[in-house]
């Protein structure tokens, strides 16, 4: 079995920056995708950011320049640096994870972390 571990929501003003922390655990064989989601009330959720082995990284249009996502592969975490927040960041976020456990194939989903910008 594997769990993702969220940490880091809070709330900001705008401008502001957050670093959200997902870290994964069980019976992990390999991790070839780790990911970024949001949702936003009464919205779809929607890719912010992700970071596959042997591709790189990718970013939503609206958060490029001001969101790094990263992994530390020794740790099985990934994580999300977010700057230069706006009103229009805010969301429920959650990791993503696509690896390979003794079961083959599996894709993981965090519990969900609030981000909330507003002054």
């Known amino acids: 079995q594997v769990q993702l571990v969220e940490s880091g929501g809070g709330l900001v003003q705008p401008g502001g920056s957050l670093r959200l922390s997902c870290a994964a655990s069980g019976s992990i064989l390999s991790i070839n995708a780790m990911g970024w989601y949001r949702q936003a009330p009464g919205k779809q959720r929607e890719l912010v950011a992700g970071?596959?082995?042997?591709?790189?990284?990718n970013y939503a249009d609206s958060v490029k320049g001001r969101f790094t996502i990263s992994r530390d592969n020794a740790k099985n975490t990934v994580y999300l640096q977010m700057n230069s927040l706006k009103p229009a960041d805010t969301a429920v976020y959650y990791c993503?994870?696509?690896?390979?456990?003794?079961?083959?194939?599996?894709?993981?989903w965090g519990q969900g972390s609030q981000v909330a910008v507003s002054s």
């Open positions: 993503n994870v696509g690896l390979y456990s003794g079961l083959g194939r599996v894709n993981v």
């Open positions: 970071i596959n082995t042997g591709i790189g990284t």
